[in-house]
Nanobody, 115 residues
């Protein structure tokens, strides 16, 4: 079982930046993929970005060039640096871990982009 705790959400003006963090604890498999998803009101949860334990990354087209995912394997933590934020980025952001036969979700952190 892997537990995930997200932090770093909040209210930011359009064009601003935020950095989300997700700390994993528990039985972490050395080969894993961690990802950020988001869910806006009335919409389905969607993949934002993911990163493997080897450092390979993928991004949704809507965030390419603005968001950057990274990880610190020594701290079992994944980050999402979000720049040039837009109102349409407003959502609850969730961290997800997949490793071995385990899949875990964090509790989510709210990101609101508004003037």
């Amino acid at each position: 079982q892997v537990q995930l705790v997200e932090s770093g959400g909040g209210l930011v003006q359009p064009g601003g930046s935020l950095r989300l963090s997700c700390a994993a604890s528990g039985s972490i498999f050395s080969i894993n993929v961690m990802a950020w998803y988001r869910q806006a009101p009335g919409k389905e949860r969607e993949l934002v970005a993911r990163i493997s334990s080897g450092g390979s990354t993928n991004y949704a087209d809507s965030v390419k060039g603005r968001f950057a995912i990274s990880r610190d394997n020594a701290k079992n933590t994944v980050y999402l640096q979000m720049n040039s934020l837009k109102p349409e980025d407003t959502a609850v952001y969730y961290c997800r871990y997949i490793g071995g036969s385990s899949l875990s979700w964090g509790q989510g952190t709210q990101v609101t982009v508004s003037s």
